[in-house]
Structures are given as C-alpha cells and as structure tokens.
C-alpha cells in the first residue's frame, strides 16, 4: 500500500518586512568583517512605515556608517518607488547598538576565565542546531522548499530587470509537493502573492505568474490537470513591506533553513558572526548532513547537535537517516565525529567563516546555493567519510 502525503513549504521575497529587516542586519555584519574579521555581532532590525531601528551588541574596529547601510540595503532590495512610504532615501534610521557583554565575551575567547573550564573557544551560547539533506533536487535540499525559492529568485529577477513596472518588492510564495512512499510525483497548488502597483489588473497579475514564473521554474511533470495555481488571494496586493506590515530580523527561520522538512533549533541566523553557534554550528549540521547524501549512505539525514555556552565540545551529537541509511546510523555518527569537528572555533576554520559572505545568505534560504563562498555547500569530504566508515 502506497505512502501518499502532501507537504508545503513557503519562500519570501527580499521586500518581504522580516526579510528587509534580516538584509540590513546582515549587511552591517558584513560591513564589520570586511574591516575587522575578529568582530563580535549580534545585530537585530526592525522596520515599520519609515522607520528603522538597528540594535544589538556589536564589538569590533570597524568604523561603521549605520544609516547608509541601511539605506543602500533598503535600495538594493528596490524599495525606491515614489508611491512607496518605505523609501531607501526617505526612512529614518535609528541606532541602538552597545558592544557585546563582557561575561559572554569570556566564554567565547580563548583564554582562561575565572569559572570557565578550558582555555578553548567556547560556544557563544547553549542551544541545539539541526542539518538537514535530502536526495529529492539536485541541490540535496527538500522538493518543496527549493521550488518556492526558485518561484521567489524568479519574480525578483525580472522585478529588478525593469521589463514589468508594475512589480513591488514585497512577495511570497508557497508550493505544495505530492509524496508516494517518500518520493515528489506531483504538485498540488502552488501560491504566489505580490505586491504590485495600483494600476495593474488582478487578471494580468494572474497570467503573469502562472506563464512567466510557475511555469517557467517548476519542472513541468510535477504540474497536472488537478494542480491548483493561487495568485493574489486576497485579489490586491499593493500596500506591502514595512509600510503593510512590521519587519523583525530572525522571524523567517523555517523559510531560512528547510520549510519544515527538516527539525530547526530555533535560533536564527541573520545578523550573528560566526562565534554564534545558532548560525555557524546549524551551517556545520547542512555540510555534514550534506555529506551523508552525497556520499549515498542515506536519502536522508537529519544532524542535531547541542552546546552549553563558553564550553568548546557539543553536549551531544545525534544522526537521524529516517529508516533511509545504507549502513548503521551508529557507524554514521563515529564516522561523522572522526572525519568533522565540531568545536566553535574549528566549524569557522572548516567553513572559512570569518569573511563577509552573509548577504549572500539572506535571501532564499541559507541552503542549497551554489556560490562557491557558501563553504557549507560542498562536499570534498565524501572521500574521507567513506573510508572512516
């Protein structure tokens, strides 16, 4: 008897509020570690109407330029139309930022601290992180995750072409994928919302979308007669962004990681060096995950591992290949812990964290991308994994 299910996933566009807020927060990390590659960031923003407030604990020897970051982010992202109330030219930025607390600083450098129990790097908080992969697209990442970012990518690029002037920044997509014992065969219903200028007709908007963006990226033998196509719900979509609805850095973690396939820790990413676990550890977790697939040793894998703060070694470290694996999860895990480390300070060597690369993370999931810079992504340990297993 054959295993059917559905299982949906959302992407955001880059003028999404939440995702405006995760590209300014990014951006000012990046600004920090072009200059000082040692720097310490945690940095959140917020967006609503005209307004933006970056905050957060930064400490570092860059000389920063708050309010033309922020601007040239917000540009960037294309909010630049006159009938937009949120404007790269026109918002009013403002600056909450202290330096990092001195009692998490020694935990996370490596030195001795009264209380601390080593001498090493530790993690600069406690939590639990998750990787996640899977054989379903070639980019080892769930079916309906990478569809929606590839709906997403799509109506951004011609958005930011200039070949439909009606388009606004503000956008979201959504796919629901069709399993028969684990595997995609269909596509149920795919939704796009975007925001568009006043003066555009519902039924153009509609056509647009389903000729020029679904068609266009999802493969075309998923797509059947049943398969429903929502566009603009609502029927209007033209106040959108910060001015429609408030931004908030960190709150598109599932879209950020696997839409839901795989577990989440619960920690965000954006705006975060990579002294902070929740986001260079959960980069760790997709690289080895990543590896267990590529290597074939599983269709899928789930890693989880756990820190307690200022301490160097993970607390635990788990595998889970979903009844998938071609050899003992066991074996998996001891081949996993000789071949990776999963200290702080070795994930930033292993992955070459400390460059400004996170803008190119920020927009349509931090997994599954082939830019070479997103060390996370590649795979030149399947070697070493086959033969410690």
Sequence with gaps: MSNRYIFSSESVGEGHPDKVADTISDAVLDACLSQDKFSRVACETYVKSNIVIIGGEITTKAKLDFVSIAREAIREIGYVNDDDVFHADKVFVNVIVTQQSPDIAQGVDARKAKGKKTAKQGAGDQGLMFGYAANETPELMPAPIMFAHRLGRELTKIRKSGKVAWLRPDAKSQVSVIYENGKPVAISNVVISTQHAA???????????????????????????????????????????????????????????????????????????????????????????????????????????????????????????????????????????????????????????????????????HFGKTDKDLTWETTNKVEALLKAI
Aim: charged share 25%.
């Design 199 to 365: 003066d555009v007709e519902h039924a153009e908007i509609e056509e647009f979308c389903i000729e020029n963006i679904i068609k266009k990226v999802i493969p075309a033998k998923l797509i059947t007669p049943q398969t429903e196509f929502l566009i603009n719900p609502t029927g209007r979509f033209v106040v959108g962004g910060p001015q429609g609805d408030t931004g908030l850095t960190g709150r598109k973690i599932i879209v950020d990681s696997y839409g839901g396939s795989g577990r989440h820790g619960g920690g965000a990413f954006s705006g975060k060096d990579p002294t902070k676990v929740d986001r260079s550890a959960a980069y760790m977790g997709r690289w080895v995950a990543k590896h267990v697939v590529a290597a074939k040793l599983a269709e899928k894998c789930e890693v989880q591992f756990a820190y307690a703060i200022g301490h160097p070694d993970p607390v635990s470290v788990h595998v889970d290949t979903f009844g998938t694996a071609t050899v003992d999860d066991a074996k998996i895990i001891k081949a996993i812990n000789k071949v990776f480390s999963f200290q702080p300070s070795d994930i930033i060597d292993q992955l070459n964290l400390r460059r400004p690369i996170y803008s190119k993370t920020t927009n349509y999931g």
